[in-house]
């Protein structure tokens, strides 16, 4: 088993240990960089903000961990005390949700509805057979398989008001918009505490408030499948997801076997992209979107995007080919061994 990568590292970001003091380092005189690494939600997560002093930023970044173990502790799929964990233990009875999960929910079942089931929350019984859920990784029967894929629907999960029906055997996991949620929580936070430029890793998602304090955009690189960089990009406000075949999967008997499953099959997605990179206004929809788009293929991904217009991408193709859309044409390039690959742009 591959260990995770992070599939979206930051160029030319200034990184510190902590808080400090403005000056020849500092991108704006008077505002202080402060950084805060974490690991919550399966992942390591950086969170970077340009405050106006240290006691500022100390302040803002311990009210934004707050804000992640409080979404987390809300929205695990395993953790008993979540309200997520106690739907999918509710033996076909309907419970309460509190707004966070609700209003997540009612976002990621519209995701679910928009782009045809590519994306369903409802498919975490058949991750979990897999062994992405627990490490204990196989390959399962194709019966096995179609049981499971019988309570793989996301119709079936019924959310009314603040209540939610779950029939007995469906199981939700939001595993696939939480991060993008929770990014877009800490933007609010920070513009709440009168913060203009920030950026947050966490895991595979990039969100970037504003632009530099110097001005200019953020610099970020997409990863090459093989390793490395394939091309970087720069943006102002916008969410940045990818969602990859290499991210995480297993081999059995000289089979990879990626994390990302096609709900319409039970098996990992073999749609011919090696990765779909999302940018967006908001991290939940680029969380949702990476991962349909995967699911989708390049096709159908176009055929999409034309549909809706609200986001672009970046798809990297098997076969070593790019695709961008004309939103990208001027903020993306090729990079390394990717930058002689066929680049194509997608227009309207």
């Known amino acids: 088993m591959k260990s995770v990568r992070l599939l979206l590292f930051l160029l030319a970001l200034l990184l510190l240990p902590g808080c400090g003091s403005p000056g020849a380092d500092s991108p704006v005189r008077g505002e202080y960089p402060c950084r805060r690494e ?23 970044l311990r009210q934004a961990a707050g804000c992640i173990q409080e979404l987390e502790a809300l929205l ?7 309200e997520i964990y106690q ?67 996301y119709t079936q999960a019924i959310l009314e008001g603040d209540r939610l029906a779950l029939p007995e055997g469906v199981e939700l996991d939001l595993g696939a918009v939480a991060k993008g949620w929770t990014g877009d929580r800490l933007m609010a936070l ?35 499948p093989e390793g490395g960089y394939a091309g970087a ?48 206004d908001r ?24 549909e809706h217009q609200d986001f672009d991408f970046i798809l990297l193709g098997a076969d070593g080919t790019a695709a961008i859309t004309e939103g990208l044409e001027d903020s993306f390039s090729l990079y390394g061994k990717w930058e002689g690959c066929p680049l194509e742009v997608i227009r309207k």
Request: glycine share 10%.
């Open 233 to 280: 990009l720069e943006v102002v406000d916008k969410a940045v997801v990818t969602s990859g075949g290499y991210q995480r999967y297993f081999e059995q008997d000289g089979v990879a076997y990626c994390h990302i499953i096609d709900p319409s099959t039970g098996y990992p997605a073999e749609s011919g992209l090696s990765s779909a990179t999302i940018v967006a």
């Open 76 to 82: 695990s799929v395993t953790e008993a005390g979540s």
């Open 283 to 306: 991290g939940v929809q680029g969380d949702g979107l990476s991962t349909a788009l995967f699911v989708m293929g390049r096709e159908r991904a176009e055929a999409y995007w034309r």
């Open 190 to 224: 920070f513009r709440s505490a009168g913060v203009s430029s920030a950026i947050v890793e966490l895991g595979g998602n990039v969100q970037a408030l504003g632009a530099k304090p110097d001005g200019s955009p953020w610099r970020v690189a997409v990863q090459a």
């Open 87 to 153: 739907a999918n233990h509710s033996n076909g009875k309907p419970v309460s949700l509190s707004d966070e999960p609700r209003q997540l929910l009612a976002e990621a079942l519209a995701l679910c509805e928009s782009t045809g089931g590519a994306l369903d929350v409802t498919v975490y019984p058949v991750v979990r057979a897999w062994g992405f859920t627990t490490g204990e990784y196989r390959v399962p029967e194709a019966a096995e398989l179609a049981g499971l894929l019988q309570k793989v629907d």
């Open 38 to 60: 974490l690991l919550a939600m399966d992942t390591i997560m950086t969170l970077t903000v340009y405050a106006q002093s240290e006691k500022d930023g100390q302040e803002i």
